[in-house]
């Protein structure tokens, strides 16, 4: 396969990982809202002429907790906090005990878009800037053989929860699935990549399922869920491991979209019909774009098909550069693609398009041309475009190829949502001298 390690290591460090800087900022939010929830409370209390006890002790729960916070283009943060009330400290209802921290938190956050909202499974906190805070609420008692219970305010009653569990569960996953500590042999292999592999491929998956603003797919406890039961380590290479990951995903999710929750018996993640549709959008997706990384397997595999290929998982700025970083190398070997945006077919042009940049809506027509350098006459070019989508699938349109004489421009127009590629080849004799490819993506708007 081919090895793009080093460019997916980058990617990770850049764009994936939340950063120790971007933590710290989610863990001041947290620190101030627990504060916020401490004085509100005791103010509704003076207000009320009663005293309203704070919670006892807050643990911080998923993705911050289990370290698989991704970054978020639009600072879309999630931070899930549990907040342990004793017993006789929250109402018996677990509707008022959430209603009750809505309250205590709506005395002191003042000035937010959006009051603190009590929602069935925990209380929400809004930051104009994509921030939120969930507090869920839980209490603490003894049963009649004096042993501890702590039981969640979800939905319209108590039930009996370890806020740690899953958080502890997907730790030790990454402890036992990973490949051991660097150099030390997996398989017969001396172990190169970085310790704890699972809760990188955690982040890769997640990052797929959060590439296309226009995807509703699972959240992270369930992609996470999935990827324990799925990964496939590699001792060397991330790369490997994530493409080999993707695949067992796809082929599980074949099978069933049915996903149980690990730490409670009986219960599922995919119960309601939102949540499971949520997981076949997810199959569908992996079924759409994993065979962009066959190429990576072709011995002759470029490492322009390379990005490209990951380009088509990750749909990310990152892959596009590298692309036009090649692209630019390669201008040198003879062939480029030029395109022009025009307002009709074979009209005036009004602006040039950039492989890959900003999308398009639909209804504009490109004009595609191809200088060469260093090829002798005669030669002919072979424009080739590949649509995508269910779009271009449903009209029969995803593919069509068309031979012009050299310097004869070649028109088409974004019609379908999703990414057009056009290539270009160069032909003697009827043989492929050399190529060049331009993507176009496209919107649904007009």
């Given at each position: 396969m081919f090895d793009a390690s080093n460019e997916l290591g980058v990617f990770y460090e850049?764009?994936?990982?939340l950063g120790s800087t971007r933590a710290?900022?989610?863990a001041g939010y947290r620190d101030l809202n627990l504060q916020r929830l401490t004085d509100g409370l005791k103010a509704l209390g003076e207000k009320k002429g009663v005293h309203y006890p704070s919670y006892s002790e807050n643990k911080n729960q998923g993705s911050y907790a289990m370290h698989t916070l991704n970054q978020c283009e639009h600072t879309d943060y999630d931070i899930d906090v549990a907040v342990i009330f004793e017993k006789d400290n929250l109402p018996d209802s677990p509707a008022d005990a959430r209603m009750r921290v809505r309250d205590g938190l709506a005395e002191k956050c003042t000035n937010f878009t959006k009051e603190p909202e009590a929602r069935r499974n925990a209380v929400t906190v809004w930051y104009a800037d994509g921030y939120h805070i969930d507090f869920a609420v839980y209490r603490r008692r003894e049963?009649?053989?004096?042993?501890t219970v702590i039981e969640h305010a979800g939905a319209d009653e108590w039930s009996v929860r370890d806020?740690?569990?899953?958080t502890d569960w997907f730790l030790d996953k990454v402890t036992t699935k990973s490949p051991p500590t660097m150099l030390d042999s997996f398989l017969g292999v001396n172990v190169t990549v970085a310790r704890q592999q699972l809760r990188r491929i955690v982040r890769f998956v997640k990052a797929f399922a959060r590439s296309r603003s226009s995807w509703a797919l699972p959240g992270g406890i369930v992609i996470s869920t999935l990827v324990c039961e799925v990964y496939k380590p590699h001792p060397t290479r991330d790369d490997v491991a994530?493409?080999?990951?993707?695949?067992?995903?796809?082929?599980?999710?074949?099978g069933s979209v049915h996903v149980d929750n690990p730490v409670q018996p009986g219960t599922s993640f995919t119960a309601t019909d939102g949540r499971r549709k949520e997981v076949e959008r997810l199959r569908d997706c992996l079924e759409e774009k994993l065979p962009s990384l066959n190429i990576l397997h072709d011995s002759l595999c470029t490492k322009k098909q390379a990005m490209t290929a990951w380009d088509a998982i990750f749909w990310h700025d990152f892959w596009t550069e590298q692309k036009h970083a090649l692209a630019r190398a390669d201008s040198a070997v003879g062939l480029v693609v030029e395109c022009w945006l025009a307002r009709k077919k074979e009209g005036p042009v009004y602006k040039a398009h950039r492989s890959d940049s900003t999308p398009l809506p639909k209804g504009v027509h490109l004009r595609f041309t191809a200088k060469t350098e260093g090829i002798a006459q005669p030669y002919s070019l072979r424009w080739s475009v590949r649509n995508e989508g269910h779009e271009a699938k449903d009209a029969e349109q995803l593919a069509h190829d068309s031979v012009k004489v050299a310097g004869e421009p070649y028109w088409t127009s974004t019609a379908f949502k999703g990414r057009q590629k056009m290539t270009c080849e160069v032909l003697k004799d009827g043989m492929p001298v050399r190529k060049a490819e331009h993507y176009v993506r496209i919107t649904s708007g007009r």
């Open positions: 850049n764009h994936v990982r710290k900022d989610l049963d009649w053989l004096g042993n806020p740690m569990a899953y994530l493409a080999d990951t993707l695949k067992a995903l796809l082929l599980r999710l074949k």
